[in-house]
Structure formats: C-alpha cells, structure tokens
Antibody
C-alpha cells in the first residue's frame, strides 16, 4: 500500500524557516517524480514544485510564488522528500501535501499545516 | 503558465440527477505526438486530501465509480456525474500536466439541492 506521511509543520514567524519531510512507503520511491502541493485555509490547490529522479539529475521546478525561497530535495536511501522553506510570508500559510507524480498526481499524503504568523 | 478556469464555482444538484462541471485551459493541453489530453480531475471531501478521479481527460482511476466520466479535448473539458449520490458532495478540481509548471482550476463546490 502506497503511503505518504508529511511532518514538520507548525507555527513560524514571518521571515522564518521551516523544513517539511515526507516519508514514502509501498513503492519504489527512487523511480518517481515527487511534488509538493499546498492549500491555503478555505482556498484551492496550488502546485509548489517538483523533484525529478536521479535519472533526470534530481532537477527541480518551482511555482513562481515560491521560487528562490523554497528548495525541494530528496533522499532516495530513506525514501524521503523534503521541502525547505525560507523567508516565509503570511501568504505561505497552508496545508502542504506531498504527492506522487505520474504526470498527474495519483497518491497524496494527509498534509501538514504550516502557519506563518507573528 | 497555463491558466485553468472552471465553471461554475458552485453547483447544487438533486440526488439521482446529472452534475456537469466544466474546465477551460488558456492553451491547448492536447499533445499532438501521442494525441493525449494532459488533463486530470480530482475530488476533495472536507478534511481530506484530494483524490484522483480521471486522468488523460477521460480515463477513470481504478476504483472510481462509473457514474464519473470525463470528456473534452484541446482546451475544453467536462466532468460528468451521471446520477448524483450523497457521497459525491465535494469540491472538484481540474489540473493540467501539459506544462512544466502544473496548474489547477479554482475548484467547483458540488452540493445537494
């Protein structure tokens, strides 16, 4: 059974940093692109970014709203995806979902809540 | 970026009736080399993560009831629920995966009339 479990969310002040983790199981993590998608309270879904596989040089892509502030990385030996969030803004407040990508997103974690507030 | 626009924003349908949600992309998501539309639909119930319903515009994900169907090509797409059930109350999103940067529609909230 595919499982994606996010952790690391919490309350952080504007300008601060936070690192999210996503532990994957039930599939060969290293074979898959992995993404982060977020959802602000009461709002719709926003794609954050993607980590490609080793075969694709672990390249990453980001939405314009987070580019230069957020960094996605992965540890295939631990089947874990990371999202390093720096220079956080109040508008980054959201539930952050870890997602497996097959072009479309076939498996989603339960999400972790990040609140940016003073 | 490819902009996805859904209509309507909300919809109330009687149990057993048909529900139709539309999605329009700002540019074609039909890839000519394989004749596939790079368009997916998701269902999100309150307090839950989204769930994949449809991909390649019309392929139903395993386990999704056959009352859900997707259609359309190029820039205009439709999600149809043929006979609305109480458990279908949710927000529905379309998403394109044609562009490198993925984008979602704003969502359509489906309720029971």
């Amino acid at each position: 059974e595919v499982q994606l479990v996010e952790s690391g969310g919490g309350l952080v002040q504007p300008g601060g940093s936070l690192r999210l983790s996503c532990a994957a199981s039930g599939f060969t993590f290293s074979d898959h692109y992995m993404d982060w998608v977020r959802q602000a309270p009461g709002k719709g879904l926003e794609w954050v970014g993607r980590s490609r596989t080793k075969a694709n040089s672990y390249t990453t892509e980001y939405a314009a709203s987070v580019k230069g502030r957020f960094t996605i990385s992965r540890d295939d030996s631990m089947s874990t995806l990371f999202l390093q969030m720096d220079s956080l803004k109040t508008e980054d407040t959201a539930v952050y979902y870890c997602v497996r990508e097959l072009n479309y997103f076939d498996y989603w974690g339960q999400g972790t809540l990040v609140t940016v507030s003073s | 970026d490819i902009v996805m626009t859904q209509s309507p924003d909300s919809l109330a349908v009687s149990l057993g009736e048909r529900a139709t949600i539309n999605c329009k992309s700002s540019q074609s998501v039909l890839y000519s080399s394989n004749n596939e539309n790079y368009l997916a639909w998701y269902q999100q119930k309150p307090g839950q993560p989204p769930k994949l319903l449809i991909y390649w515009a019309s392929t139903r994900e395993s386990g999704v009831p056959d009352r859900f169907s997707g259609s359309g090509s190029g820039t205009d797409f439709t999600l149809t629920i043929s006979s609305l059930q109480a458990e279908d109350v949710a927000v529905y999103y379309c998403q394109q995966y044609y562009g490198t940067l993925r984008t979602f529609g704003q969502g359509t909230k489906l309720e029971i009339k």
